[in-house]
């Protein structure tokens, strides 16, 4: 598990022979393949900085340790894994209910910061989008707004 400070994140898991992006992090915000760090089984994902990151890994043995020493670490790392599972929910609902034009403008109004960071390519990859896609949906998105 990683708590990024500074920078940006993306992770993606290759599935069919390409990378498909599934999720990006970005400064204050931790990043972790949950179901991982929980079964200790091996991560399919990788992460990979896309600017310059300050990060600070902790690892489970000396979590483990902190939690059973100070259990407000135990209090702590619930209200991680409640915010994660959240994330996981409203990410779920957003790819399986609605429109791409729809999973854009939920992007653009609630995680815009992420247009800054990472590659137009990358986000059409995260809504289950073709490039082709992604351009007509920001060409019909400018016209509405002019």
Known sequence: MW???SGAVKAYEEVDGSDRVIYFYTANNFFSDY???????????TYQ??????VIQIDYPKLEALCEKHHIFDTIGRKIAQKLFVHEVELRRLLLNCSATERYEYLESNRSEIFRYFALK???????????SMSRIRAARARIRT
């Open 122 to 132: 990358d986000i059409a990859s995260f809504m289950g989008v073709t490039d082709v």
């Open 35 to 45: 179901y991982c760090w929980v079964t200790g089984n091996r991560s399919e994902i």
């Open 49 to 54: 900085t896309v600017e310059p990151c300050e």
């Open 3 to 5: 708590f990024i400070n």
